[in-house]
């Protein structure tokens, strides 16, 4: 194992600027999958023991892809979690802790549950999904709508990096998709999980870019 007096930061722009592999890049058609940006994670002013920030305007990012892809006719969808009153849907996940602000303890309906104040969901054309475990993937019809609208691209915001984002990507990657995650628009806790579990994604799993190649990408789709 290499050990490093670097911090996180410093490894994910140093391997960032030297990419040991080609990038997936976009394919012919994306789709927008907005992981959890739910009051329980995004209002630390609320909830300061799970909420995260990284970039302060991480939701105008994730709302401006969002509806610059809605436009063009692209798929957004937008995933936020909750458990039933007693947890019993938690499985071993929710066995770990048992407080008031533990995972299991985020309600259908409640607050913690409901989608930050400043996302912009279209709920005419969007797909919004609860689930239940890290993936997007996992027990929601995230797949199915995907191959109906024949994407081939999946580009994942919201948080935290090294949770969520970081197992819809893994499913991603491994249900065939390319995978592409806006810097900007993810955030945890601490940077070192943040830029430790960027520069993973970067090295086996997905790109790692800038917001403004995706909005590049979806300018130059034709449909």
């Known amino acids: 194992m290499v050990t490093s007096n670097k911090t996180a930061r410093e490894i994910f722009e140093e391997t960032r600027s030297n990419p040991a592999r080609a990038r997936f890049g976009f394919g012919s058609k994306l789709a927008i999958v907005n992981v959890d940006p739910q009051k329980s994670y995004t209002r630390p002013d609320l909830y300061p023991k799970t909420a995260y920030i990284t970039d302060p305007n991480q939701m105008t990012y994730i709302n401006d892809i969002s509806k610059a892809a809605r436009n063009k006719g692209l798929p957004v969808i937008w995933t936020h979690v909750a458990y039933m009153e007693n947890a019993a849907d938690a499985g071993v996940w929710g066995t770990r802790t048992d407080t008031p602000d533990s995972l299991q303890n985020i309600k259908y309906g409640s607050e913690r549950h409901s989608f930050d104040d400043r996302v912009e969901i279209d709920e005419k054309v969007d797909a919004v999904y609860t689930k239940r475990m890290p993936s997007a993937f996992f027990e929601t019809p995230l797949q199915s709508f995907l191959t109906w609208h024949k994407v081939d691209t999946v580009v994942i915001t919201g948080g935290s990096t090294s949770g969520c984002i970081r197992a819809t990507a893994v499913d991603a990657l491994s249900h065939g998709y390319r995978t592409i995650v806006p810097i900007e628009t993810t955030a945890d806790k601490h940077e070192s999980f943040h830029f430790a579990n960027l520069t993973d994604l970067l090295i ?20």
């Open 204 to 223: 086996k799993y997905a790109d790692v870019v800038n917001v403004s190649e995706v909005f590049d990408a979806i300018e130059g789709y034709k449909g």
